[in-house]
């Protein structure tokens, strides 16, 4: 499925090859105890999981026009196990705060890059942004958000326009092209996918990304005062 629900980077279309799928809902053929699927990082396991099974000569396939939405009723999930949060001073007495999942992200990009670098492009973390945040001030943040960039020459996109028959219906892509305004993948050669397309020529992960970290930007403060015991509170509060 896409990796988020907003229809300006969604199409009628399908991508086939090195696509990145959501890790919310995946499935796969088990291609043996040869070439198992073992998962090495904690974090970003979605990414790792595609790239093994595209190293083991296996494809991926995405449908563009199909996602996951997620409604958190309360706190936990998988945020629950990042809990401990640490600000590091610099010599210019500026502060710095990481996200404990954005410290996990990063070392789990850094590993795939290294391990798959026929796959791989490159690793980039979300922009840096100045915050206040509970007991510790004005704090420069990193956020969450990190990036695998996958070889955009490993995709192929399919538009609906180039499908048709029983194949067509399997996927509910047999819409009338008058519906949906969408042409032949020839007809979109060239063309990215709304502003910030990345570098597998899709533009869901900036989208996925925003969406992330307007998620966590408030809580951020929580996780502070999570980590922190009732004497450790009444201190800093002195």
Known sequence: LYGVCNAWFMSHSYSVGLAKTTGQLQGYVNPGKDAGVKLSV?????????????????????????????????????????????????????????????????????SLLERFPEFVLSATGPTPKEKSVPLHGDVIYHPPGWRVNFNKRLLKKVCMGDVCGRFATALGLDIPEADCGEGTSADREGEEDGPGAGADGEGEEDGAALEDQEAEADSIGFLILNSLTREEIREKCK
Not at 62 to 71: D, F, H, I, P, S
Not at 82 to 98: A, M
């Open 42 to 110: 904690p974090v970003m396991e979605d990414y790792e999981r595609c790239l093994i099974l595209c190293q083991a000569g296996g494809t991926s396939m995405r449908v563009n026009y199909l996602a996951v939405k997620t409604v958190n009723k309360g706190r936990g999930g998988c945020d629950s196990s990042f809990t401990q949060v640490s600000v590091e001073k610099q010599r210019d007495g500026h502060k710095i705060l990481r996200h404990p999942r954005a410290v996990m992200e990063a070392q789990a990009a850094k």
